[in-house]
């Protein structure tokens, strides 16, 4: 399983920060219709919750760009896009899971504790 990480930051806490959710959430079903997607998770900075952390966890890097690829991708990311700071945006970054400690279960792909893949 793979784990594709972005990074950004809200325009601001109020109008954005909600815009932001709302289209992410209205997203959640253009990934699930696409094979190989096993989850996502957004996280806010503690210390700067403009911050935001978007991970998407899929089978393969391949899952994922066939999802990009597809119509109506763009759209949603253009969506996204109008509520954040489009200059402070870094690169995505593809990373693999080799570990999980999971006991709770609560994680997409996850694995008894300790188990190595």
Known sequence: ???????????DLDAHRQGFLDVYEAFGDFHRAQPGFRGRRLMAGIGDPH?????RYFDSVEDY????????????I???????????????????????DDPDGVLPGS???????
């Open 78 to 100: 253009d969506a996204l896009s109008a509520h954040i700071d489009i200059a402070r945006v870094p690169p995505k970054e593809y990373v693999e899971l080799i570990f999980a």
């Open 51 to 55: 911050h935001m952390v978007n991970v």
């Open 65 to 76: 760009e066939e999802m990009i690829q597809r119509p109506g991708y763009a759209d949603h």
């Open 111 to 117: 694995v008894s504790p300790a188990t190595v893949a």
């Open 1 to 11: 399983m793979i784990a594709v990480m972005s990074q950004s930051w809200v325009l």
